[in-house]
C-alpha cells in the first residue's frame, strides 16, 4: 500500500515508522530536521519494541511524493490551514484521507476541501515523545480507533484496520467516529486544560489536590452534557472509569503541556474551541469550558507572542 | 482618638496618615521597613492630594502600643493567623475593631476571638501602589464604606465614619455589610482571577477579547447568585454596571495580580475560597468560581514553594 505521512511529528513517524517497517511504501512530508532523518533514519523505541526504519522516504513537498492509496494527516491542527495547498498532489481517484489530529474539526475540514467520500478519521491512544527528527520514544499505550466521517464502517475501513495490524499497530474500528471523539474530549479537555491552567503540574499533581480533582470530575461531566445535546450518547459512568484510569499514569504530562513548556502552539480551537461552540450552539451550558477555553485562548497567544 | 494601624502595606499606610494628618494619635505596627518608617516618615501622594507625616508613631509590636479607641486591621489576610496574638494588647473595655482587609472571613474570625460586640468592618474602593516603606501613590479613587459586623450601624458607626470624614476620607455607611462585601466580590473574584489565568493581562486585556470578557460577564452572574442563595440580594443590573465601571479603568492591574507578579503570597481563600464553600454551603451552582480557586490555589502554592 503506498501511504503519505503528512508530518512527521511524534505520531506520524511512530505510525508511519510502524507501517514501512511492514512493508509499505510510506512517503513522509518532513518539514523540519528533513537532513537528519534522510541521514539517520527512524529509530522507535518503547516497551518491548526496538524499530529501526534505516532508508526513509522523506520529501521536502509533497509534489514530489504524488498520489497514495492512504493519506495519513499528522500535522498539528494548528496547521490546518496548509492542508488546502499540501493534499491535493497526494490525492487521486482512490485516495482515502485518514486524520490523526486531536479534537473536533479536521474531518468537517477535509471533507469540506476534497469530498466527505474521502474522510476518515482515528484516535490515538498513545504517550509519545519525540526527542530528536525521526526518534520516538513510546512510554504507554499505542492502540488508535479508526472510523468512518458521518457514516458506519466500511470494507476499507476493516482493510485499513487490518494492515495496521498486520504492521504491528493496535487499531479498532469504531461504529461512530465523532462519539468516540467527544469521548476522548471527555479526558482530554480537561486534563490538557488544567495541568495548563494550575501551573504545568501532572496529571499526578491534579489528582492530589481534591479542589482540581473536583476540577476535572465536574468538566467531565459538563463535556458529556455537551456530547449528548450534540447527539452523541455518553453515560456519566464514563467519568469514574477515565478517573481511574487517570490514577494508573502516574506523573503524566499531557502533550498540550509539554508542547506549552516548549513554547509551542496549543491546539486551542480543535480541544476546547470546537467542542465549545458544538455544545453551545447545541444548547448546552458549558461554563467551565468557556472559562477554560478563553484563558488558555489568551495564554497560548502571549506565548506565540514572545 | 487613639487609633492603632496593625499593618502598614499600601491601605494602612494611605489611611493611618490620612488619620494621623488630621490630628488623630496613629500608633502604626510596622514589621518591614520600620528604620525607613522612623526615619523618613509617611508619604501620601494622589490627585490633589500630598502629605507628609514626618514623625511616626511606628512600633514592631503591639505591646508597646497599648490599648486603643479603634483598631483598624489592614495585615493580608494571608497573615490572620497572627491576630489572635498580635490584637489582644490593643484591647480594651470600649475598644472597637475595623477590618479594612478584602473578601470574606476576617469579620467571622475577629468576632470568634474578640467578641462580636467590637467587630466592624470597611470595604476600600481605592488603587494604591507602595513604592516603598511609607511612600504610596494613590491611582485612583480613596473612599471606604464601612459597616456593623451583622446588625445595622450604630452611633460609633457614624462617629468613626465623621472622624474619617473630617481627615479628608471620603466614607459612607453601610447598611448590611456582608452585603457590601458580596458585591465588591462581583468585581474582585473575575477580574482578579482572570487577570492572572489568562497570563498577567490588565482589565483591559480582558475587556478587549470577547472569550475573557464573556467569561467575567458570567461569572459575575455566578457570584450574583451565590450571594442570593447566601440570603443578600444583588440585582444582576450589577454586572452591566461593573462592566462599565470596568471600562472606565484603563489598562488596571488588580492588586492580587501585582503580589502574584511580586511572588507575594495570594488572597486566595478570603476572595475564593470562602466565597465558594459559603455559596456552595447554601446550594448555589459555582462551576466558574470552583475551577477559578482551584487553579489559583495551584498558582499561588508552586508560587509559594519556589
Known amino acids: 500500500m503506498r501511504i503519505a505521512i503528512v508530518g512527521a511529528g511524534a505520531i506520524g513517524t511512530y ?6 517497517a511492514g512493508g509499505n511504501d510510506v512517503c513522509f512530508l518532513v518539514r523540519t530536521g528533513f537532513e537528519t532523518v534522510k541521514e539517520n533514519g527512524l529509530h522507535i523505541t518503547g ?3 526496538d524499530i529501526r526504519v534505516p532508508q526513509v522516504n522523506a520529501y521536502r513537498s509533497t509534489n514530489e511524493i504524488g498520489k497514495c492509496d492512504l493519506v495519513v494527516v499528522a500535522i ?19 485516495t482515502t484521507l485518514l486524520t490523526l489530529q486531536n479534537g473536533l474539526g479536521s474531518e468537517e475540514l477535509l471533507a469540506g476541501l476534497f469530498g466527505t467520500e474521502r474522510v476518515m478519521g482515528g484516535l490515538c491512544f498513545i504517550c509519545l515523545r519525540r526527542s530528536a527528527p ?5 512510554y504507554d499505550y499505542g492502540h488508535i480507533n479508526i472510523g468512518e466521517h458521518g457514516r458506519p464502517p466500511r470494507d476499507r475501513t ?14 479498532g474500528v469504531v461504529d461512530d ?12 479537555i480537561p486534563f490538557n486544560g488544567l495541568t495548563i491552567l494550575a501551573g504545568g503540574i501532572d496529571t499526578a499533581a491534579i489528582l492530589s489536590d481534591p479542589d482540581l480533582d473536583e476540577a476535572a470530575v465536574q468538566l467531565m461531566h459538563e463535556v458529556i452534557d455537551g456530547a449528548n445535546r450534540c447527539g452523541f450518547q455518553l453515560e456519566s459512568s464514563a467519568v469514574e472509569e477515565q478517573m481511574k484510569r487517570t490514577r494508573t499514569m502516574g506523573q503524566y504530562k499531557p502533550s498540550t503541556l509539554v508542547d506549552f513548556e516548549n513554547g509551542k502552539p496549543l491546539e486551542i480551537e480543535a480541544i476546547w474551541g470546537e467542542p465549545l461552540r458544538r455544545a453551545l450552539a447545541a444548547g448546552a451550558g458549558m461554563p467551565r469550558l468557556q472559562q477554560m477555553y478563553a484563558a488558555l485562548k489568551s ?8
Open 47 to 49: 516497551p518491548d519494541e
Open 15 to 20: 505510525y508511519g515508522a510502524k507501517l514501512a
Open 299 to 306: 495564554l497560548d497567544r502571549l506565548e506565540q507572542a514572545q
Open 177 to 188: 467516529l465523532m462519539l468516540e471523539r467527544w469521548r476522548k474530549l471527555v479526558w482530554n
Open 158 to 171: 476493516r482493510t485499513f484496520a487490518n494492515e495496521f495490524q498486520k504492521c504491528g499497530i493496535k487499531c
Open 134 to 138: 525521526g526518534v520516538v520514544h513510546r
Open 76 to 94: 498539528k491542527t494548528t496547521s490546518n490551514d496548509l492542508l488546502a495547498e499540501l493534499l491535493p498532489p497526494l490525492i487521486g481517484d482512490r
